[in-house]
C-alpha cells in the first residue's frame, strides 16, 4: 500500500441540535488506492467529505492531511485534492470549458503556456476538448461533471474526493464519469468515492467503507463485505443478477 494520505482519528462531529453527524470515526486512507464509502442516506457521507476537505470543523477527534494536522496543511490539501461535488454547477467558474479547467492551474501560478496545456491536455482526456470555448452551463450533467473532474486533471493533484458521481446521471453520463474515474485510476491517483450506487463502481474499489449512523462499520475487501452484509446498513448487494424482466424489481420478496 502506498504512504497514509488522510488519516483519521476518533473523529465526531455532533450538530448545535444534538445531532450526531459522524461519531468516534477512526480511518486511514492510503495514496493510490480507490475508496469507496458507502451507507444510507444520512449515514453521514457528504458530512465526512466536507471534514476531509476543512469545511466542518470536528467536535472532537482530527483529521491529518500527510501526517500535518488538516488546518495547518490546508495549501497543500488545495494544491494536491481535487473535489467533484454532487452539485456540479456550484463549482463552475468559468464562461467557457477551457476558462473553466484553467482556473486550476492559473491559481497555482503556473506560466500561461503550461496553464494552456494543462488546460487542453485535461479536456482532452474527458472528451470535452471539442467544446473547449462552449459556456458550461449548457453542457448536460455528465458532462458537468466530467468538467469538474478535467479541472482535477488540469491541476494535476494526487487525490479526488466524489461525492455521489453518478446521481441523476443517465447511462452514458454513468459511462462518462467511470471513464474519468478508472483514467485517474490507472493514473495512479487515490480515488475515494462517496456513494450509495455500488453497482456501478465497486470493480474498481480496493476497498470497501460501510458508514452507519456516523460511524464506520465494514472495512475491507468488497468481497468479503459483501459476503457478510447486515441488512441493518441499508447497503444492497450488488452482486444480484437480472436474467429476466420479472427479476428487476428492487424488492426483497
Ligand atoms: N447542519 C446540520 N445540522 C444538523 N444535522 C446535520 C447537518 N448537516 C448534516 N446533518 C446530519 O448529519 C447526518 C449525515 O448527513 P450526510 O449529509 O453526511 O448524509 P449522507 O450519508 O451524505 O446522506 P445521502 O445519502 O442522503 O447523501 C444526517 O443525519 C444529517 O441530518
Ligand atoms: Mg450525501
Redesign the pocket.
Known amino acids: 500500500m502506498g504512504k497514509e494520505l488522510f488519516s483519521i482519528h476518533t473523529l465526531s462531529?455532533v450538530?448545535?441540535?444534538g445531532?450526531?453527524?459522524?461519531t468516534e470515526l477512526s480511518l486511514s486512507i492510503f495514496e493510490g488506492e480507490c475508496l469507496l464509502i458507502t451507507?444510507?442516506?444520512?449515514?453521514?457521507?457528504?458530512?465526512?467529505?466536507?471534514m476531509l476537505l476543512g469545511l466542518v470543523e470536528p467536535t472532537q477527534g482530527e483529521i491529518r492531511f500527510r501526517g500535518l494536522p488538516l488546518h495547518k496543511n490546508m495549501d497543500a490539501l488545495r494544491r494536491e485534492v481535487g473535489m467533484v461535488f454532487?452539485d456540479a454547477d456550484a463549482q463552475i467558474i468559468g464562461e467557457t470549458l477551457e476558462e473553466d479547467v484553467a482556473f486550476g492551474p492559473k491559481n497555482l501560478g503556473y506560466p500561461k503556456e503550461v496553464i494552456k496545456a494543462q488546460a487542453h491536455g485535461a479536456l482532452r482526456a474527458v472528451g470535452l476538448f471539442e467544446k473547449k470555448d462552449f459556456p458550461p452551463r449548457r453542457l448536460s450533467g455528465g458532462e458537468k461533471r466530467r468538467l469538474a473532474v478535467a479541472g482535477i486533471l488540469a491541476m494535476g493533484g494526487e487525490a479526488v474526493i466524489m461525492?455521489?458521481p453518478f446521481a441523476n446521471l443517465d447511462w452514458p453520463g454513468v459511462v462518462q464519469v467511470l471513464e474519468s474515474l478508472r483514467r485517474l485510476k490507472t493514473a495512479g491517483k487515490t480515488l475515494i468515492i462517496?456513494t450509495?450506487e455500488l453497482e456501478k463502481v465497486l470493480a474498481l474499489a480496493d476497498r470497501l467503507v460501510i458508514?452507519h449512523k456516523?460511524m464506520i462499520r465494514e472495512a475491507g475487501t468488497p468481497e468479503g463485505i459483501l459476503d457478510r452484509l447486515d441488512p441493518v446498513y441499508g447497503v444492497r448487494d450488488p452482486r444480484r443478477t437480472y436474467t429476466q424482466v420479472r427479476d428487476c424489481i428492487w424488492l426483497t420478496e
Open positions: 462531529k450538530f448545535p441540535n445531532n450526531p453527524g459522524i451507507g444510507s442516506n444520512g449515514s453521514g457521507k457528504t458530512l465526512l467529505m466536507r454532487q461525492d455521489e462517496l450509495h458508514l456516523g
